[in-house]
């Protein structure tokens, strides 16, 4: 039992590492920064997805998987931060401190807003529409939860 529970919670850490190394491939500004709200936030500003002509009117789907890798990363750090998931198994037991956020996890409410318009514009310039309601919802979500950790 104990060792199922222990590949679960690692999963998050390899979860959080796989989405960045993705995230980071499409990114056309390349950062060195830790994984942190500062550098989803960079994936959020800076990430394009490459031009495929064979995409056609479906090519708003791929924004849609876009926004669900950079919620999957969200709410993977925020796990691995919460749970202390960078600290050795044998130190989290019983572990009752509050989480250890960094300094690049304080993001500001411009921050986000510049961000948000800046994959936007870039989504609709891409589909060469408005983006469908169901990528507008998602992202919304995302940009709401990104400006509640600010007030945080």
Known sequence: MKRDLAL?????????????LLLNHTCTDKIEL?????LLLH???????????????????KWNELVQLLWML?????D???GHLRRPVTQRAGY???PIWTVNDDITRFAVQEAAESFLS????????V???????????????LLFVCQH
Do not use: N
């Not at 870039?122 to 529409?129: F, L, N, P, V």
């Open 8 to 20: 679960t919670v690692q999963s998050r850490l390899l979860q959080c590492k796989v989405i960045e």
């Open 34 to 38: 830790p994984m942190s709200r500062s």
């Open 43 to 61: 994936f959020v500003q800076s990430t394009m997805l490459p031009s495929d002509p064979t995409d056609g009117e479906e090519k708003w789907k």
């Open 74 to 78: 969200l709410l993977s750090y925020e």
């Open 80 to 82: 691995v931060t919460v």
């Open 96 to 98: 009752s401190h509050p």
């Open 122 to 129: 870039r989504a609709s310039a891409d589909i060469g529409d």
């Open 131 to 145: 983006l469908p309601p169901q990528v507008l919802e998602s992202f919304s979500y995302l940009k709401d939860h």
